[in-house]
Structure formats: structure tokens, C-alpha cells
């Protein structure tokens, strides 16, 4: 029988949505499965490279 696949760390997620609904969305989706993904949302691009330099390092962007 073969064994389910593990993810051995948490990954890190950004997601960037200009739609604050949509955004809202995806967040909360990701949100319940926490021991799975951390995430942050940004409203543009713009927002996520004024932090990304100081920031975690997402292994993940979904720009929407």
C-alpha cells in the first residue's frame, strides 16, 4: 500500500488579490488548514516588494 504524502514543513504562502472579497476568500481557505500554510495577503504587487526584503521568504506567490 502506498503512504500519503507529508509536507515535512509549513509553507509559506503570499497571495496578491486586488479583490478584497476574492483575497478574503483564499486567505480563509488557507487559514483551515494551518498546520499545512502560513499566508499573507497583499492588495498589488507593489505592496508585497515593500516587505519582501525584510519579510520570510514565501516558498509560494499566487498573484490572482
Same mark, same amino acid.
Given at each position: +500500500? /502506498?503512504?500519503?504524502?507529508?509536507? &515535512? &514543513?509549513? %509553507?509559506?504562502?503570499?497571495?496578491? =488579490?486586488? !479583490?478584497? %472579497?476574492?483575497? !478574503? %476568500?483564499?486567505?480563509? %481557505?488557507?487559514?483551515?488548514?494551518? $498546520?499545512?500554510? #502560513? /499566508?499573507?495577503?497583499? =492588495? /498589488?504587487?507593489? $505592496? &508585497?516588494? #515593500?516587505?519582501?526584503? $525584510?519579510? =520570510?521568504? +514565501? $516558498?509560494?506567490?499566487? =498573484?490572482?
Amino acid at each position: +500500500p /502506498s503512504k500519503p504524502c507529508t509536507i &515535512a &514543513a509549513m %509553507a509559506v504562502i503570499w497571495l496578491i =488579490e486586488d !479583490n478584497v %472579497a476574492f483575497r !478574503n %476568500a483564499v486567505q480563509l %481557505a488557507l487559514k483551515l488548514q494551518p $498546520d499545512r500554510y #502560513t /499566508s499573507r495577503a497583499f =492588495e /498589488s504587487c507593489e $505592496d &508585497a516588494l #515593500t516587505v519582501i526584503k $525584510d519579510a =520570510e521568504k +514565501p $516558498d509560494i506567490i499566487l =498573484e490572482m
